[in-house]
């Protein structure tokens, strides 16, 4: 394949994702990109992220349109460290000191009251803006050579299964975006955790790539937004997101049957099976009725589960031989916590 020069690095919703290795000539195009105020796919070791000059309203506006994403929904801004991060943010809470210091780089986000130099788009209007320093080489060296924060969300259309791999953003978004950053597939695989604070006390905003319990070691036990009146709940985390085209129905899971009834699928209806630890709803015997069977971790391990999640809700949402999607939920602890909370919301008829 010849290499596509720069000047073809224009939005163009009808052609082809313009997929680049992230490479020094991939990173200077992404950066040469930011710089213009275009949005462009990148890699991050959560999943790909769409990204945007963090501070300039048009950049961020740009997310908004190309992902379809309502602009109720704030933005995570990325940044390289604490300082950077300190620089956006105002009022550390100890905890939150704590926290950065055990976890970043890494999937986790922390929401903070702003400062005045992030712009309205990049928090919905809100007070508090979110802050995350990723791990992932590309995207740090990305964010250090653009010199200031990028706004990230998934590099999916708005409400859909999250990319994992350059080939996933160019299914979802195409040439709408000038650039896919390729950098091969993400190693966390979940969106990053976050936490706020409200009246000093943390609560786990969304379950995401970082255990909770390795954040509960530090802050002590997290509470949920729901649990705690009169604090805004989390925006943007409606009901149903992280949505197949197909349906999807969840089967909860005892030791090694379905403790909610698999319910009998029609015998013309090809049913993918999306399972772990070798779990089949029904048991054994049934393994045959399903159109496909993809386990995210055959050895029951809740990491490589995250990895392969959304390529491998993607994988059975694409196959043509499937009408409609099975899938057991995982243990609750650990990643199992953040996985079955996007396959609930997953979920539809
Ligand atoms: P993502 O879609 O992965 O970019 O994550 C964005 C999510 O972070 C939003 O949907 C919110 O739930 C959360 N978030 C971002 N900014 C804030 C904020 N200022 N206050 C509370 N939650 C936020
Ligand atoms: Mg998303």
């Avoid at 300039?56 to 309502?70: N, V």
């Avoid at 928090?123 to 791990?135: I, K, N």
């Avoid at 390795?214 to 036990?221: K, L, N, Q, R, Y």
Wanted: glycine letters at 8%; one cysteine or more; charged letters at 20%.
């Amino acid at each position: 394949m010849t290499a596509t020069p720069p000047t073809a690095a224009v939005s163009r919703p009808d052609r082809p994702a313009n997929i680049q290795p992230a490479d020094a000539r991939g990173m200077a195009l992404a950066v040469e990109l930011l710089r213009a105020g275009e949005a462009v796919a990148l890699p991050t070791e959560t999943v790909y992220g769409l990204g945007a000059d963090g501070l300039r309203e048009s950049a961020l506006a740009q997310i908004f349109e190309i992902k379809g994403r309502p602009r109720f929904d704030p933005l995570i801004l990325h940044v390289t460290g604490l300082t950077e991060a300190e620089a956006l943010t105002l009022d550390w809470p100890a905890d939150a000191r704590r926290l950065a210091a055990a976890f970043w780089p890494g999937p986790l986000t922390l929401v903070l009251p702003k400062r005045d130099a992030v712009p309205h788009l990049a928090t919905s209007g809100l007070p508090s803006a979110a802050l995350r320093c990723p791990a992932h080489p590309v995207m740090r060296e990305v964010i250090a050579r653009f010199g200031g924060p990028i706004a990230a969300p998934s590099a999916n259309r708005f409400g859909r299964i999250s990319p994992t791999t350059a080939a996933a953003v160019a299914a979802e978004l195409g040439g709408a975006v000038p650039l896919v950053l390729d950098a091969g597939p993400c190693e966390v695989g979940l969106e990053s955790t976050i936490i706020g604070w409200h009246e000093g006390e943390p609560l786990l905003l969304r379950a995401g790539g970082l255990p909770r319990e390795a954040i509960e070691a530090i802050t002590g036990p997290l509470r949920r937004p729901e649990a705690v009146e009169s604090s805004p709940l989390a925006p943007g985390q409606l009901k149903s997101h992280y949505a197949p085209r197909k349906p999807l129905r969840v089967c909860e899971m005892g030791a090694t049957t379905a403790t909610t009834a698999p319910e009998s699928h029609e015998s013309t209806e090809r049913v993918g099976l999306l399972t772990f630890a070798g779990l089949i709803p029904g048991g054994q015997a049934r393994a045959g009725s399903f159109a496909r069977v993809l386990d995210l971790s055959p050895s029951g391990n809740l990491a490589e589960a995250a990895t392969r999640f959304f390529s491998a809700l993607r994988q059975l949402d694409e196959d043509p031989a499937i009408d409609r999607i099975i899938a057991t939920a995982l243990p609750t602890h650990g990643l199992g916590l953040a996985i079955n909370e996007r396959l609930a919301r997953a979920e539809h008829a």
